[in-house]
Structures are given as C-alpha cells and as structure tokens.
C-alpha cells in the first residue's frame, strides 16, 4: 500500500470533490474490481470511500470493448434506486462524467461479506436468495413503464456491447447448432423495454448486508427485458452446484426461492409471461458462461462445461415456459 499510485486525473478528481483535502495524505489501496473496472479504497483525513473508473478495453481473453461512459448509468442507477430503497445501494458520493469516475461509500467486508463467497464454499441460504428476488422484483416494479426514466438510460448500444453480443451472440458464434435460437433470444430481449435493468446480478456483485443484499457493479443498466435480471441471477445458483456439490440441495431451493420471491413482485405485466421469457433465455446465459467471451473462472474442467453444454443445448431447441424446468434439467444432467 503507497501514497498516491493513481494517475492525475483520479487524484485530481479526488482533490476536486473533496475527498482529498488540502494537507491529507492520501492512501489509495486497489480493490478487486472484476474485468470492467479500475476501483480503489481511498483513505485520507480519516474518511474512505470506493473510487470507480471503467476501463475501455475489459480484461478477458478475447478482444472485448466498452464505452466508458457506461460509468455514467452505473451512478444513474445507483440514485435511482437508492430514492427507492436506499439500504440496497452503496451512498453515491461524487462524479465526475468527464473523466467517467465516481466516488460511493465504501462497505468493509467484515459487515458486508461477498455472496458468491459464500456460495463457493457450499454456504447456500434460500432466505437470502429470496431477498435477492424479491428486491430485485421490487426495483423493476418501482421504475416499470416510466418514459422520463427509459430516456435517461439510452443505453441499447451499450447493453448490446457489454451483455448481448459478448454472453449471447459469442456463444451463438461458436455454437451454431444453436445459433437461430440464441439470434432469436437477442432479438426479443433488444426489443423489450419494460424497466430499469441492473444487466449484471450476479453472486459476485451482491454483498450480504446486514439489512439484506446490497448491489454493486451496474455497469450495464439499461431500460430493457426485467427477465433478464432474473435469468442472470438464477444462472449462477445452477453453475455453483458444480464446484459445491454438497449444497446441490440448498442451491435448487435457494433457485425456487429466488425465482418466486421475485415473481411475486411482478405486477407490470403477467408474472406468466416474465417467467416463459427469463426460462428461455436462461439456457443461453448458462451456455455462454463456458462457450462466451465471459466464461466463469471456476469452471475448468472441459467434462463440467460438457455437463453445461449438455443441458443448455436441448433447452435452446426446445425452450421451456417455467423456470422450474430449467432447474429439474440441470438435476437430471448432475445425476447422470
């Protein structure tokens, strides 16, 4: 840990916001940050607070770009779900949209514990994922059908190039068995815009607050598809049984749990309809977390993402109406 390793333009933005007064000493500490982002911990006069600048070119494998001002939205998202639910969100501090930086609050782990951290080493609670669904049900109830809100995330072009091109059309490229099935899904979900989209809950981005879930990384807002929150969301909980499979069974009913606190929240339209839409495009996020720009880190072994394959693939050709079949799907391929 050192004194200011940041360039110029994150010590200025601290300087010029306040975070850093005049005769502080700043400690600028980076922070695991994922693929899409530069995120510090900034000490300084007794203060910390999170630092957040998008990268341009995200660090996987494959050649894979964003525009920065996705950094924008993500703050734009945070106010706007913290006027709703304000334990959900990190406090929004300070932006800068001409450099695409801001400052939030900073959660210490030891009160705010990462949930895939958990779930990786089999801890799976079904009453955390059903507050998982149900809050994130509630945030699209909040924001569905509102047109001064859609207008202020014009991000299609954005969610394209960070969710639906790189997760879905990657895998339809590689995978062309599937790849009518995967074109269609793509077009369905582009074409719906119902509510305001978070595009990445995801365990990883999640922390097990002591009020309930607090979310991080929304990166990939977008007034968009609300079902595909809740396929991103679920897909996970199927991919942990296989690096915790002493947890199988509290993984499934973490999965129900999920799936109906969240329904249960569905008011904007028929929950039937929300449902058939996050069931059919589930297998397609499943497959492309092995077949994607973006495969998960703790899936090695080519037989695990064969078990993903061999699941996800007969889903896509026949696409099921109820996420229940999803999960009974994934059951039979694990006991085979």
């Avoid at 494998?61 to 959900?88: G, I, K, M, Q």
């Avoid at 969100?89 to 939030?104: N, S, Y």
């Avoid at 509102?146 to 995330?153: Q, S």
């Avoid at 049984?241 to 249960?264: E, K, Q, T, W």
Wanted: hydrophobic share 50%; proline share 8%; aromatic share 8%.
């Amino acid at each position: 840990m050192t004194a200011d390793p940041v360039d110029a333009d994150l010590a200025d933005f601290a300087r010029e916001a306040g975070l850093v007064r005049p005769g502080e000493t700043p400690i600028w500490t980076p922070l695991a940050g994922g693929v899409s982002s530069d995120i510090w911990r900034l000490d300084a006069g007794g203060r910390t607070v999170c630092v957040k600048r998008a990268l341009a070119k995200l660090r996987v494998a494959d050649d894979w770009r964003a525009p920065v001002d996705r950094n924008l939205y993500e703050w734009r998202w945070f106010v706007t779900v913290r006027a709703h639910f304000p334990e959900s969100v990190p406090k929004p501090i300070a932006l800068d949209e001409a450099r695409g930086v801001f400052a939030m609050a900073f959660l210490a782990p030891a009160d705010h514990p990462l949930w895939k951290a958990r779930l990786l080493v089999g801890a799976a609670d079904p009453a955390f994922a059903a507050q998982v669904g149900a809050r994130i049900g509630q945030i699209h109830a909040a924001t569905a059908r509102d047109p001064v809100l859609a207008a202020r995330f014009p991000t299609d072009a954005l969610f394209h190039a960070l969710r639906l091109d790189p997760y879905l059309l990657a895998t339809a490229r590689r995978r062309p068995e599937v790849a009518p099935a995967i074109e269609a899904l793509v077009a369905r979900t582009a074409a719906t815009h119902l509510a305001l989209v978070h595009g990445d809950v995801s365990p990883k981005n999640i922390l097990v607050g002591p009020l309930g879930p607090v979310f991080l990384d929304a990166e990939t807002a977008w007034y968009g598809d609300p079902a595909f929150d809740l396929a991103f969301c679920l897909n996970h909980l199927l991919l942990k049984a296989l690096v915790a499979p002493g947890a199988r069974d509290d993984l499934r009913a973490s999965f129900h749990a999920l799936a109906g606190a969240y329904l249960a929240q569905v008011s904007w339209e028929p929950a039937d309809a929300l449902e058939a839409r996050a069931a059919s495009l589930l297998p397609g996020l499943f497959l492309a977390r092995v077949d994607g720009k973006s495969p998960v880190e703790y899936l090695t072994a080519e037989s695990q993402k064969d078990q993903v394959r061999r699941t996800a693939i007969p889903l896509l050709l026949s696409p099921p109406a109820r996420l229940g079949a999803v999960q009974a799907a994934w059951d039979a391929t694990l006991d085979a």
